[in-house]
């Protein structure tokens, strides 16, 4: 079974950047055939897609961090990544990322919280003003 493991989050002032990691353990198969993607929740809202990216490398992200936020992964070391750049409070909340079904050229969009087949167990970004 996948394990994902989250690292990464930490508290910043608003402006500020951080890099969050996913390393993923347990895949079967090849790390590269599925889509990954980080989704946030923030207290007393619903999780949301953030950002994804597919099995080609193509990647789609919400109208909120586009030009902000990149997602990015290297297939040799299994781990996903998400660098937040210009962040704002508007941001705090905690990040997860997951993994999902093979995916080609992007016009999926955000992934699909019922399509993901593992989550991580999600790490704390707080952005103060």
């Known amino acids: 079974q996948v394990q994902l493991v989250e690292s990464g989050g930490g508290s910043v002032q608003a402006g500020g950047s951080l890099r969050l990691s996913c390393a993923a353990y347990?895949?079967?198969?090849?790390?590269?055939?599925?889509?990954l993607g980080w989704f946030r929740q923030a207290p007393g809202k619903e999780r949301e897609g953030v950002a994804a990216?597919?099995?080609?490398?193509?990647?789609s992200y919400a109208d909120s961090v586009k030009g902000r936020f990149t997602i990015s992964k290297d297939n040799a070391k299994s781990t996903l990544y998400l660098e937040m750049n210009s962040l704002k409070p508007e941001d705090t909340a905690m990040y997860y990322c997951?993994?999902?079904?093979?995916?080609?050229?992007?016009?999926?969009?955000?992934?699909?919280?019922?399509?993901?087949?593992?989550w991580g167990q999600g790490t704390q970004v707080t952005v103060s003003s």
């Open positions: 997951a993994r999902g079904p093979p995916r080609y050229g992007g016009r999926g969009g955000l992934l699909r919280a019922r399509d993901v087949t593992g």
């Open positions: 347990g895949y079967t198969g090849s790390y590269s055939w599925y889509s």
């Open positions: 990216i597919d099995s080609d490398g193509s990647t």
